[in-house]
């Protein structure tokens, strides 16, 4: 499993994107960049995920670049309540997969007024 | 369309007991997996089931157990317990090996044990 780096925190002033960075050098191609977040004393909640091509959602936007080893999530808007843990977590699909999501560290977003 | 629910929210036991946690699936979803999260860490995978199976299982003794039924709830069972197996427990399920990565999580069954 391709291993994903992230800072472990970042700053974002209330109203503004919120773009956070995950490296994920040894990314293969079959491997799927996939976004989650927690809340404090909550339960991670998804929020996107991604391929090779750029994503959107309600819920934010995904951009991959072009060589895939590495991606930004986009916040575009961040209110206080963004305030998390993000974590960017690699995943192959295909035949015999199991959904374990492996967790790292993540960034701990702090989104201020 | 109620999400992914656990019971208890807390549970307090001590060394030695069992403990079971109970989950139930968002609806339409086939498949639970279990999550253990210690404090200031990120959740660490203990086993997933679909079809009333186990499919794969994490880093975790064997003390660690579950069980699905046929109406796709869960059940996590821990034996003799340890001071080390408290931790904030986390259910989550997806609808199916389509989408097997993009998993809704329950609130948790925060595990003290004294």
């Known amino acids: 499993d391709a291993k994903t780096t992230q800072p472990p925190s970042m700053d974002c002033a209330e109203g503004r994107a919120a773009n956070l960075p995950c490296n994920h050098s040894t990314i293969s191609g079959n491997e799927y960049v996939y976004w989650y977040r927690q809340i404090h004393s909550q339960g991670p909640q998804y929020i996107i995920h991604?391929?090779?091509n750029n994503e959107t959602n309600e819920m934010a936007s995904l951009i991959i670049t072009e060589d895939r080893k590495s991606s930004t999530l986009i916040l575009p808007h961040a209110t206080l309540r963004d305030t998390a843990v993000y974590y960017c977590?690699?995943?192959?699909?295909?035949?015999?997969?199991?959904?374990?999501?492996?967790f790292g560290q993540g960034t701990t977003l702090q989104v201020k007024p | 369309d109620a999400g992914v629910t656990q019971s208890p929210t807390h549970l307090i036991k001590t060394r030695g007991q069992q403990v079971t946690l109970r989950c139930s699936p968002k609806s339409g979803h086939d498949t639970v997996s279990w999550y253990q999260q210690a404090l200031g860490q990120g959740p660490q995978f203990i086993f997933q089931y679909y079809e009333e199976e186990e499919r794969q299982r994490g880093n975790f003794p064997d003390r660690f157990s579950g069980h699905q039924f046929p109406n796709y709830s869960s059940e996590l069972n821990v034996n003799a317990l340890l001071l080390g197996d408290s931790a904030l427990y986390l259910c989550a399920s997806s609808p199916g090996i389509s989408r097997p990565y993009e998993q809704y999580f329950g609130p948790g069954t925060r595990l003290t044990v004294t």
């Open positions: 991604g391929l090779k």
């Open positions: 977590i690699v995943r192959e699909h295909g035949s015999g997969n199991t959904g374990k999501l492996i």
